[in-house]
Structures are given as C-alpha cells and as structure tokens.
C-alpha cells in the first residue's frame, strides 16, 4: 500500500527509520517535530551561537554570557581540570540542547572537543563533565538521555567503552569504514554515525565527494544485525533529500533542517526517487571478520590506515581538523 495523498516525505522516512534533528536551533523541532534524538557538534554549536537577529546583534547574547559566568563560577570547584572557556562551551551546547529536550522522545547528543580525540582519558572525562553540565542546569532532566558523540579514533572508542561501563549512552561519530563500525560495537557505542558525505562537503561548496558511504552504511546494519550487536546505525552528513531517502530504513537518521523543511515541504505521492535501496538486496555474504584486530591497537590502526586505500583515514583526519576549528571559535565567543 503506498503513501496517501497527504503523506510528505518526512512521514515517509518516519515511518521506515527513527528520525533525528542535526540542529541546536530549538525552531526546527518547534515546527517539524518531535523527533527522537537531537544530535550536534562544534560546527552546528558555533553557527547556531553566531547567528544574528534582525537588529544585527546575536540571538543568544544572554545564553553566552550565562555560559560564560556559570563557567567562571565554577572554576575552583569540580571544574577546575579545564578553563573557563572549554567550560564555557560545553555550557553553552547543553543549553541549546536542553531548549530542544521538549520536542525529543529520546537522547540529546553532545560532542565532546574534538582536541581529545586522540586522548582516552580526557575523552572520558569529557563525557563525565558533559553529563554533571547536565544536572546542573536541570535537576529534573534525565541524564541517561544524554549522549555523548565521540570522534572514532582507537582512543576515541575506548573512551566509549569506558562511558558505556559507566551507564553513559556513547556514539562514535566521523566514522567513515567498517573497521571503525566493527570496534564500535565491540566497545558497546549505542549509535555509530557514518558520514555519508565528507565533512568538507558542508564548508566548501564547490566539493563533491566521490566516495559517497552508502555501501558502508548497509554493510554496518547487516553485520550488527549477524553479529547481534545492541549498537544502532545513525547516518549523519547528507546533502539532499535524495540521499536522506535513499537510506530510509536505516535504525536512525540525523536531517539538517533545511533537508528536513525539503522532506516536509515534498508530497510523497507522487515521489519517483529512490526509498531504501541502500537495505534492499544486500547479502551478507561480503561482511567481514574483525575479530583478530579488536584488542590488537597496531593491527588494529594498520587495518585503519589501509582501509579504502587510506581514505577513511583521510577523511577522519580532515574532520577532526574542522572541528577544531570550530572548537577554537566557540572558545574565542566565551572569551569575548
């Protein structure tokens, strides 16, 4: 039975795949929700804190300035690891998800800094200080809804390892080939989040890239589904409606909001484009095993770095470079 005549595109998605705003701004969700999740990074915190009224002045003023005095205030007590600037950031981004919490049925997603990617240990305690933010601005709020995105590094997902043992839900994010999936489910990650598209993508209008991840993204659903992992496939990165719906039927998946305004401004019937091809017909005959390099860091880094021909390694190393620099402009709006 197909779509009715009034269905548009988001109900379609709906009604195949767990569908999450890629957004801080509390508008998006306000119009197009509820959603499940709400998931972020640097990039979408920095844009959202920059963004001006009509009067030319920023949108968030107070919020930052809250930020910047709650971080300030709490220097010398449990935060005293990290300065009042990092501090300040991390404020800020649980602020704006915690706007959205009213529209969400499920997890808000926070990046921890992406200059700890390659550091376990700061990683975790990251993802710890994340958390307490939390409960700090919101006593009533649920923490076990807070997840934490995590760049897919070796550290990286043992970071997640750690924050899962701890009860603190993870998703290993910048994942770009199925020996960063693979470590993923084995450090027990809730989501992961292939990048179907390069991050460059977004900051360089004139690149395309030619190594799109809808293969990955399949062959990542159908080997949790074969080994019976608990992590779920959360697409992220997309550049038009015709990829988001390509995937349809993936576990979840994380929209823009102009995608997102696309998709609700689209009927679904008529609608000739692709719905779901990335899971139809797929065997599983091609999954691989990696169990020998899942406790092995060498074997396991050297497997990294040859994957697709070096690109997965590429692309993460380009990520991780994007994200710090956003990083470092948000830390420069909390030192203003």
Request: charged letters at 25%; aromatic letters at 8%; proline letters at 4%.
């Amino acid at each position: 039975m197909g779509p009715s005549p009034q269905q548009n595109l988001l109900d379609v998605l709906r009604s195949f795949s767990k569908v999450d705003c890629d957004t801080l701004d509390v508008e998006v969700p306000k119009q197009l929700g509820p959603f499940v999740d709400c998931t972020s990074n640097q990039a979408i915190a920095y844009h959202e804190l920059i963004r001006p009224d009509a009067d030319g002045n920023l949108v968030h003023a107070k919020l930052i300035q809250d930020a910047i005095d709650f971080a300030s205030s709490k220097k010398d007590s449990a935060y005293s690891d990290v300065t009042v600037a990092e501090l300040a950031v991390e404020t800020m981004m649980v602020k704006l998800a915690l706007r959205i919490v009213p529209y969400l049925k499920g997890y808000s997603h926070i990046q921890t800094n992406p200059k700890y990617a390659y550091d376990k240990q700061k990683t975790v305690e990251n993802g710890k200080r994340i958390v307490a933010i939390f409960k700090e601005l919101d006593q009533a709020y649920d923490c076990r809804r807070v997840c934490i995105k995590v760049p897919s590094t070796w550290e990286g997902m043992q970071a997640c390892r750690e924050l899962e043992d701890l009860g603190i839900a993870t998703l290993a994010t910048t994942m770009f080939c199925m020996e960063q999936a693979a470590l993923a489910a084995r450090a027990g990650c809730t989501y992961i989040a292939p990048y179907i598209n390069e991050l460059r993508v977004h900051f360089d209008e004139n690149y395309v890239d030619q190594h799109k991840a809808f293969d990955f993204c399949g062959s990542a659903q159908r080997y949790y589904g074969k080994i019976g992992s608990k992590t779920q496939v959360l697409p992220a990165s997309l550049t038009s409606i015709q990829e988001v719906m390509k995937l349809a039927g993936v576990h979840h998946i994380t929209v823009a909001p102009h995608l997102l305004t696309k998709l609700a401004e689209t009927p679904a019937n008529p609608w000739e484009g692709d719905t779901g091809s990335v899971f139809k017909d797929a065997s599983e005959d091609e999954l691989g095993d990696y169990s020998e390099i899942m406790e092995d860091e060498g074997a396991w880094r050297l497997a990294f770095t040859r994957s697709q021909e070096g690109k997965a390694e590429v692309k993460i190393i380009q990520a991780i470079n994007i994200f710090c620099d956003k990083q470092d402009g948000l830390e420069s709006l909390a030192r203003r």
